[in-house]
């Protein structure tokens, strides 16, 4: 279940990086950068072999992800993408870039489709996902990601791997050079799942 977790040194590091540099971005910028890491991701083995991409919606201050999803629709991936119910997160399944602009608008302004939809979910369709593309607020080289403190992401990667023990499931996280920090300023918890891969410029 989602928790709000109130490390004060994630706290202090989240207010820092959502409200100091994140904001501070240009446009420019966030085009540049999130060109740049499509470009990587596209040409990954992990994108290229994954058959089954879980990809979040992006917002404004997040490595804008709409090119990579039009790429995976091309690709006759399946792509599965969040959806937020309460205190829990599914991952539901998008078939063309038409169902994508159907959805309806949550109050962040993210289109994100509804779990009594009867989309096919990713922990129930005896598949699950091969490679999931996440968000975040701050990483570490070495895997470590903070998220918005709601913990949707550590505990939805703990029920697929609990649902799918044996499927070998890349994690890879999308980020902004400015959202790299040193590992002592971002210490991982025990809830806290580390990463395969953070991508960047």
């Given at each position: 279940?989602?928790?709000?977790?109130?490390?004060?040194?994630?706290?202090?590091l989240?207010?820092?990086?959502?409200?100091?540099?994140?904001?501070?971005?240009?446009?420019?910028?966030?085009?540049?950068?999130?060109?740049?890491?499509?470009?990587?991701?596209?040409?990954?083995?992990?994108?290229?072999?994954?058959?089954?991409?879980?990809?979040y919606?992006?917002?404004?201050?997040?490595?804008?992800?709409?090119?990579?999803?039009?790429?995976?629709?091309?690709?006759?991936?399946?792509?599965?993408v969040?959806?937020?119910?309460?205190?829990?997160?599914?991952?539901?399944?998008?078939?063309?870039?038409?169902?994508?602009?159907?959805?309806p608008?949550?109050?962040?302004?993210?289109?994100?489709?509804?779990?009594?939809?009867?989309?096919?979910?990713?922990?129930?369709?005896?598949?699950?996902i091969?490679?999931?593309?996440?968000p975040?607020?701050?990483?570490?080289?070495?895997?470590?990601?903070?998220g918005?403190?709601?913990?949707?992401?550590?505990?939805?990667?703990?029920?697929?791997?609990?649902?799918?023990?044996?499927?070998?499931?890349?994690?890879?996280?999308?980020?902004?050079?400015?959202?790299?920090?040193?590992?002592?300023?971002?210490?991982l918890?025990?809830?806290?799942?580390?990463?395969?891969?953070?991508i960047?410029?």
């Amino acid at each position: 279940m989602a928790k709000n977790l109130t490390n004060p040194l994630k706290t202090a590091l989240r207010k820092r990086i959502k409200n100091d540099i994140l904001k501070s971005l240009s446009n420019e910028i966030i085009e540049r950068q999130s060109k740049a890491i499509t470009e990587k991701v596209l040409q990954s083995e992990a994108f290229r072999a994954a058959q089954r991409i879980s990809i979040y919606l992006s917002t404004h201050m997040e490595v804008n992800t709409s090119y990579l999803l039009s790429e995976c629709f091309r690709l006759e991936k399946h792509v599965f993408v969040p959806s937020y119910e309460g205190e829990c997160m599914e991952m539901l399944r998008l078939k063309n870039l038409r169902e994508y602009h159907s959805l309806p608008l949550t109050k962040w302004n993210i289109r994100q489709p509804s779990i009594k939809d009867g989309r096919e979910n990713a922990l129930t369709n005896g598949h699950g996902i091969d490679l999931f593309l996440i968000p975040g607020v701050a990483f570490t080289r070495s895997g470590g990601r903070m998220g918005h403190g709601m913990g949707y992401y550590d505990t939805y990667l703990k029920r697929h791997q609990s649902v799918y023990p044996y499927k070998k499931t890349t994690l890879m996280a999308l980020a902004f050079r400015e959202q790299i920090v040193s590992e002592h300023e971002l210490p991982l918890e025990a809830h806290d799942v580390r990463l395969h891969y953070i991508i960047t410029e």
